[in-house]
Nanobody, 120 residues
Framework: QVQLVESGGGLVQPGGSLKLSCAAS????????MGWYRQAPGQERELVAA???????KYRDSVKGRFTISRKAAENTVYLQMNSLKPEDTAVYYC??????????????WGQGTQVTVSS
């Protein structure tokens, strides 16, 4: 069974910073891409950033220059450093990965979500 455990959300003032963490665990889990999505009330879930197994990273335009995604591949852990936060960054942030357990089929896995609120 694969679990993604997120942490690091909270309330922060505009201009502040937060760092999200996500650790994926499972028997002989091998992951490829790891990423962060977010969903604000009444809106669709959207990709924030992703890091691929080869090291390539991808960001949505609105967070470029403010957010940094990083990964500890050996630990199946991904981080999202968020700086210069804006009220429009307020959302539930979800970790997502694609992985194989014991060499099985490639499967999509999601974390439970962590709330990020940017407000004065």
């Amino acid at each position: 069974q694969v679990q993604l455990v997120e942490s690091g959300g909270g309330l922060v003032q505009p201009g502040g910073s937060l760092k999200l963490s996500c650790a994926a665990s499972g028997d002989s889990l091998s992951v490829t891409v790891m990423g962060w999505y977010r969903q604000a009330p009444g809106q669709e879930r959207e990709l924030v950033a992703a890091v691929f197994s080869g090291g390539t990273v991808k960001y949505r335009d609105s967070v470029k220059g403010r957010f940094t995604i990083s990964r500890k591949a050996a630990e199946n852990t991904v981080y999202l450093q968020m700086n210069s936060l804006k009220p429009e960054d307020t959302a539930v942030y979800y970790c997502k990965t694609y992985g194989r357990v014991l060499g099985g089929i490639l499967t999509e896995y999601w974390g439970q979500g962590t709330q990020v609120t940017v407000s004065s």
